[in-house]
C-alpha cells in the first residue's frame, strides 16, 4: 500500500498533500476536510488525471481533492473489481459541500463511469464564470494565480499510472487542485477574502 505526506509549496500557498491508495489514510483526510474551520464556505477543488491504458481505453488513475489547506491524492486502483472508501462517496455527496473544477461536469461523468462516484453538489469553472465577476481583485487574484512566484514543472512525458509520484507529479496534481478550488472561492465568495 501506498502513502506519500508531504508539504507542497506551489508558490501561493504550502499545501499538505497526501498520496495514497490506502483508505485508513483517504478517510482521515475526508475526516479533515470535514473538520478544516479555514474553509467556511465548504468549497473542495476537484480535479483528475487520465492516463491511456491497454487497446487505447483512456482511465482517470487519479483524484485530487483540495480544501485550502490539504490536497488529498487518491491513487484509484487499477482493478475496477476493487472497491473505493464509502467515506469517499459519502463525502462527494454532502449536500453542504461545493467542488469545483475545469469541466467538472465531464469529470463526473468519467468518474461516475469508471469507479460509481457520484458528486451532489458541483460548480464548473471556466472563463465563462470568470467573467460573472466584476469586480477589482479580480485581474490581480488571477494573475497570482497564472503567474506565481513558482510554477510547478510540467511532468507531459510522465505516466501518472506509476506507483510513486515524482516530487513534480504532487507538485502539479496538488497545484491543480488548488488551483480549482481557488477560483471556486474566489467565484462563490465574490473576492471578499481577497481583501
Not at 489514510?25 to 478544516?36: G, H, K, Q, R
Not at 474553509?39 to 481533492?65: C, M, P, S
Not at 460548480?123 to 470568470?130: G, L
Not at 466584476?134 to 485581474?139: L, M, Q
Request: charged share 20%; net charge neutral; hydrophobic share 40%.
Amino acid at each position: 500500500m501506498l502513502e506519500i505526506s508531504s508539504i507542497v509549496d506551489i508558490g501561493l500557498a504550502y499545501i499538505k498533500a497526501i498520496v495514497t491508495d490506502k483508505d485508513s489514510d483517504i478517510n482521515l483526510v475526508v475526516e479533515t476536510f470535514l473538520s478544516n474551520r479555514n474553509n467556511k464556505k465548504k468549497i473542495i477543488g476537484l480535479d483528475t488525471e487520465r492516463v491511456q491504458k491497454a487497446r487505447k481505453q483512456i482511465k482517470t488513475v487519479l483524484l485530487q481533492l483540495c480544501d485550502g489547506d490539504h490536497c488529498l491524492i487518491v491513487k484509484l486502483p487499477c482493478e475496477e473489481s476493487v472497491n473505493l472508501p464509502v467515506s469517499l462517496f459519502n463525502f462527494l455527496n454532502l449536500p453542504q459541500f461545493t467542488f469545483v473544477g475545469i469541466d467538472i461536469k465531464k469529470t463526473l461523468v468519467k468518474l461516475e463511469s469508471e469507479w460509481g462516484l457520484t458528486c451532489k453538489n458541483s460548480v464548473e469553472i471556466s472563463p465563462a464564470t470568470w467573467n460573472q465577476t466584476e469586480k477589482i481583485g479580480v485581474k490581480k487574484f488571477l494573475y497570482n494565480f497564472f503567474f506565481p512566484p513558482q510554477t510547478p514543472t510540467i511532468p507531459v512525458s510522465e505516466e501518472w499510472d506509476i506507483y510513486v509520484l515524482t516530487e513534480n507529479q504532487i507538485k502539479l496534481a496538488t497545484s491543480n487542485a488548488y488551483f480549482a478550488f481557488g477560483i471556486g472561492r474566489a467565484l462563490l465568495d465574490g473576492f471578499n477574502y481577497l481583501y
